[in-house]
């Protein structure tokens, strides 16, 4: 089972995969046995860790208390895996799967954490309402900090969420977009011309349209990412490139008709009254928003290398934001119009939540704490989970098990964290001996943390839903006729989703 369970979960082994290596040793073994146990190799380790709290306690008292990161992920549906993750040393304290993020769920989890590690130093969250008081209630007097990334985000979406549509829409009803595309399957016809710079145009011609359409492929990341605004950045770069062709065509006499389409189709779009105007507008505000991002030092990505980690100084982050929104605002008052208003919503949104974005932070001996203040540690523990699933499984498969493990992985994870390794399960002399002492209460008690029914249509074709739905009204339709349970059985055959279990 401890074999299976590192080589599904950490290796990314297929269930045939390892079925081929353990048969190489003269283990024979189903698919569905590995599938059962690499599942109880979760359970078990997630009832050790448990079991391990008062080693957590311990660690988290000789740093002079602990900070406590709130966040819960969705993957399908309404039902959230909610995970608490302590700021200093990046353990994931525990992860349940709740039905929503209701202050009704959230409140047990977070008593669970009280009575188990005691009260945290500051609580770090999104900008949730029913998460800010379900912490109030159960934590009263502690300090809330937000989440610098979520409220970026959030900043963001106010900036950016109509303005961004219309810059997008208009671009689109030029059609120059896709006028672009037909062009690069002409380019093909030009590129074996016995003319080394005629063919050497219509290449260049094919790289320039995918530069510029490149960003529209990316996966968008909205407000961090936006692509049409990127796509306009692009076309006014080659806009310039395609003139200077054009013009050095122009001296030596000729001309190549992809390059002239090309340049009519640029100056078409950046000659549209109202791309120019969205564009020239959004560029000036994400100049803004840029600037307040980079103050609070939140990456475009969360990926470990991209996020900046680093714990902060609440003094220091806090001045040089205000010099930013000061900025931002005197900027604002010299344009005027709509860009005026943009400025002043940036500065009272700022204003609006400083006391929760620049905490200060104190240990139980009374020092100030620098700490990290965003919840990127909680998005990549959950891109952690996404990553070895996606390697093992698909893209097809991963929202599924992630939906359906996704809490137990967010604590597996803690056995990339050394520290945790060395100091939690530094008293384990024999992990597989570990793993075996577990009781089947445990065992059942830990199941709750798996999701029984992971995101599947029940039935996937939509036409035929409101067939069967109506076939099941006409089993009951006469309220005189007893059912019979091989008409049910009949109507209950049409559920395909093998995950469902239907049991008497």
């Known amino acids: 089972m401890a074999?299976?369970?590192?080589?599904?979960?950490?290796?990314n082994y297929q269930r045939e995969e390892i079925q081929l290596l353990l048969g190489a040793r003269g283990i024979q073994i189903s698919t569905g046995e590995i599938s059962?146990?690499?599942?109880?190799?979760?359970?078990?380790?997630?009832?050790?860790?448990?079991?391990?709290?008062?080693?957590?306690?311990?660690?988290?008292?000789?740093?002079?208390?602990?900070?406590?990161?709130?966040?819960?992920?969705?993957?399908?549906?309404?039902?959230?895996?909610?995970?608490?993750?302590?700021?200093?040393?990046?353990?994931?304290?525990?992860?349940?799967?709740m039905p929503s993020e209701s202050r009704h769920y959230i409140k047990p989890f977070l008593q669970h954490i009280k009575d188990t590690y005691g009260t945290p130093l500051v609580v770090i969250r999104d900008m949730s309402k029913e998460i800010s008081k379900a912490a109030?209630?159960?934590?009263?007097?502690?300090?809330?900090?937000?989440?610098?990334?979520?409220?970026i985000r959030n900043l963001g979406d106010i900036l950016f969420k109509h303005r961004y549509k219309a810059l997008r829409n208009k671009m689109i009803n030029t059609k120059v977009l896709h006028k672009f595309l037909s062009l690069k399957k002409k380019c093909f016809e030009g590129t074996t011309s016995k003319n080394k710079i005629v063919a050497a145009e219509h290449y260049w011609v094919m790289l320039a349209i995918e530069y510029i359409l490149y960003p529209r492929e990316r996966r968008s990341d909205y407000p961090f990412v936006l692509p049409y605004l990127e796509v306009m950045n692009r076309v006014m770069e080659i806009t310039s490139m395609t003139r200077k062709i054009v013009m050095w065509n122009a001296r030596h006499n000729f001309g190549v008709s992809v390059v002239l389409k090309f340049d009519a189709y640029l100056k078409k779009l950046v000659d549209d009254k109202d791309v120019k105007l969205y564009f020239t507008k959004i560029g000036h505000i994400w100049g803004w928003f840029e600037e307040i991002r980079s103050v609070l030092r939140v990456s475009r990505e969360f990926s470990g290398k991209e996020q900046n980690n680093l714990p902060t100084n609440a003094d220091k982050l806090k001045g040089k934001t205000i010099e930013a929104m000061m900025k931002i605002k005197g900027e604002g008052r010299k344009i005027g119009g709509d860009l005026r208003m943009v400025s002043e919503k940036i500065y009272e949104n700022c204003q609006s939540h400083m006391d929760e974005l620049f905490v200060k932070v104190m240990n139980n001996e009374g020092e100030i704490l620098d700490v990290v203040r965003h919840n990127a540690l909680e998005e990549l523990n959950h891109r952690w989970s996404r990553m070895h699933i996606r390697r093992r499984t698909g893209r097809s498969k991963t929202t599924k098990e992630m939906t359906k493990y996704?809490?137990?992985l967010a604590v597996l994870s803690n056995l990339e964290n050394e520290e945790y390794v060395k100091t939690v399960l530094g008293d384990v002399d024999d992990f597989v001996r570990e793993l075996q002492n577990v009781t089947d209460e445990e065992l059942q008690e830990a199941r709750r943390l798996i999701r029984k029914f992971p995101q599947c249509p029940l039935i996937k074709s939509d036409v035929k839903r409101p067939e069967?739905?109506?076939?099941?009204?006409?089993?009951?339709?006469?309220?005189?006729?007893d059912v019979s349970d091989e008409n049910v059985n009949t109507w209950l055959s049409n559920f395909i989703c093998t995950e469902v279990r239907l049991t008497p």
Not at 3 to 11: D, E, K, P, V
Not at 468 to 481: K, P, Q, R, S, T
């Open 136 to 151: 109030s209630e159960v934590f009263p007097g502690v300090l809330h900090q937000i989440c610098h990334s979520h409220f």
């Open 36 to 97: 059962r146990l690499s599942e109880e190799f979760l359970l078990r380790f997630y009832i050790l860790h448990k079991k391990h709290s008062s080693q957590m306690k311990e660690l988290f008292e000789t740093n002079k208390g602990f900070i406590l990161h709130l966040d819960g992920s969705a993957e399908a549906g309404d039902e959230i895996t909610f995970t608490a993750k302590e700021g200093m040393t990046e353990i994931t304290i525990d992860s349940w799967i």
């Open 406 to 408: 996704g809490a137990l």
């Open 3 to 11: 074999a299976i369970g590192y080589l599904r979960w950490f290796f």
């Open 468 to 481: 069967i739905l109506w076939e099941f009204v006409a089993i009951v339709e006469d309220e005189f006729n």
